[in-house]
């Protein structure tokens, strides 16, 4: 079996990677944001496979990783439940759920500064793991 510490620490590269790449999307293209949640509210089947995939990566994090202590198991955990409790949430009410999601992404500003909080916590996250 794997040791924890070396889960833990693959989990933080890969959200590491993934805030990265979001960020850098975020940062480049923050103009399709609200197309894309505009498609996604539009499209009942994207949403609840979307809400199907998002759901199964958070009951996966959940099943392989159990730890509470350190703040590197806490977060990876918390990872988890918001990764469950979001799929759920869009295959259960998606339009509510994307509705306040639009809220926040029409304003391109906001996405900007989130871009660069976003990049900054993924190369955190990377720069903790070496």
Known sequence: ????????????????LFYLAVGLKLLLDASSWPKMIEEFKASESLSFLSGLLVFVI???????????????AILI??????????????????????????????????????SFVVIALGAWLLWVTL
């Open 58 to 72: 958070g009951v996966c994090i959940l099943a392989t990783h159990q730890g509470w202590q350190g703040w590197q």
């Open 1 to 16: 079996m794997f040791d924890p510490t070396s889960v833990t620490t693959l989990y933080l590269q890969a959200f590491g």
């Open 77 to 114: 955990s918390l990872v988890g439940w918001a990764a469950l409790i979001k799929g759920l949430l869009l295959v259960v009410i998606p339009k509510p759920f994307l509705s306040m999601s639009s809220v926040i992404i029409k304003n391109e500003g906001f996405v900007r500064i989130g």
